[in-house]
């Protein structure tokens, strides 16, 4: 039987490997970590279909370490901890060629007591541990098992990757390079792909299984979207109920449209999404695109989230329902969003400016001799709790990143920083 293509082509080595160029480019963090072969534990957090897997494998083949592979939906602590016997087992033998790695695929989906059995392993140094994850580390790994990796995040691919994944299917792969294949128009293929490799390759597989062995393969627009209608399984499981849905669901609510986000919530919802998977995109919207606008939704966000864990399913529809509803409905504001992304490319741009000196902690005698903290004014010690300084770094004075939203809350904060501090620049 015949192999998928995404097995197929899946890469051996990184100049196989397509796309993460800020991870494994030259002088990158995993990079270097290859050429040195002093690979400590990390977790990777993308989409699907970005390599995850892949990568993990290819660091274990480059770097000659005995690679094992669990899945946390079929693996429970028994086998965890049978895996790590192998491990110690691999660590003490004469003929190790390195320290074993643990692939933990879909990491997020491990119970607190199965990540528990990793600690002590991953503490001693007797495995290196790499997670696979789709969901954010900070919500579904426990805390010390995160201060003892890494978190590395793989980003969807871009066009001019999928352009290059392509044009390696249809030259390397025997299968494809023994038909004629016809790319007369990608639009409709690269959207469909959605930045997922895997996504890219199961299309072209159903292009090729679908088309008569004495025909071309057409690759265009038209033939994409009828062939994906008609097969629509046949590249995507779960994706478009899980991708594509979740983002009409966010566009709904910060278009202000309760219908539509309600509609959207439904079909998650008897599409057997995972009710904390909702929630956490609540939060991301409150935070957001509601933001100063109404502060109120965060907390709401955050208690939908919490009661999900107090009164189960299926009640815990309502609340989601609640939530859903309040926020369509609620004024919106992404000031915060663009705030905290114009304060990181001003950080990205100066650098790593100092603190200035009576911002400082004097906590020693050699300290307060250098002039740390000299100068600073207690705001408390003023009318209105209130006195002009510089907080900013020097050469930064005056920046201003915040900018309000059109509604009644941040205009009122606006109003009172005005008569604060005056105009600052933009």
Not at 170 to 192: I, N, P, Q
Not at 367 to 396: C, I, S, T, W
Request: charged share 25%; with cysteine.
């Amino acid at each position: 039987m015949q192999a998928p293509l995404a097995e197929r082509l899946r890469p051996r080595t990184l100049d196989d490997y397509i796309g993460q160029e800020h991870l494994v480019g030259p002088d990158s963090v995993l990079r270097r970590m290859i050429d040195t072969r002093r690979v400590s534990s990390f977790i990777l957090w993308g989409p699907p279909g970005v390599g995850k897997t892949t990568l993990a494998r290819i660091i274990a083949n480059t770097t000659d370490c005995p690679f094992y592979t669990l899945s946390a939906v079929s693996s429970g602590v028994k086998e965890v901890r049978e895996v790590l016997e192998k491990c110690k087992a691999d660590a003490r033998s004469m003929f190790s060629t390195g320290r074993p790695i643990l692939f933990i695929d879909e990491i997020h989906r491990f119970s607190k007591s199965q990540q528990d059995s990793l600690l002590g392993a991953v503490e001693n140094g007797t495995v290196t541990l790499i997670g696979a994850t789709t969901e954010n580390p900070s919500f579904e790994v426990i805390r010390p098992l995160l201060s003892r990796a890494q978190v590395y995040t793989l980003r969807p691919l871009e066009e001019p990757q999928l352009q290059r994944l392509l044009d390696r299917a249809l030259t390397v792969d025997k299968v494809l390079a023994g038909r004629e294949v016809r790319v007369e128009s990608t639009t409709a293929l690269f959207r469909y792909s959605g930045g997922d490799a895997r996504k890219l390759l199961n299309i072209l597989d159903l292009l090729e299984q679908s088309t008569p062995l004495d025909e071309p393969i057409v690759i265009n627009d038209e033939v994409v979207t009828a062939r994906l209608q008609e097969n629509p399984a046949a590249y995507d499981k779960n994706g478009e109920i899980h991708y594509d849905i979740i983002s009409a669901f966010i566009k709904s609510i910060r278009g202000s449209d309760p219908d539509a986000a309600i509609y959207w919530l439904a079909r998650m919802i008897e599409g057997g999404e995972d009710p904390e998977f909702i929630a956490r995109r609540l939060a991301i919207v409150a935070a957001e695109d509601i933001g100063l606008a109404n502060p109120n939704a965060l907390l709401l966000a955050n208690a939908t989230f919490d009661i999900l864990h107090k009164i189960g399913w299926p009640e815990g529809r309502i609340p989601l329902a609640e939530c859903t509803i309040y926020m369509a409905t609620s004024p919106k504001s992404n000031s915060a969003y663009v705030a905290i992304g114009a304060a990181q490319e001003r950080v990205r741009a100066t650098g790593n400016l100092p603190v200035p000196l009576h911002l400082r902690n004097a906590p020693t005698k050699l300290m307060k001799e250098l002039g740390y903290h000299e100068g600073y004014k207690y705001a408390h010690d003023y009318p209105g709790n209130f006195v002009r300084q510089q907080y900013l770094p020097d050469g930064l004075e005056g920046s201003r990143f915040w900018t309000p939203g059109a509604n009644p809350q941040e205009e009122r904060a606006w109003a009172l920083q005005e008569a604060r501090w005056g105009n600052r620049e933009k």
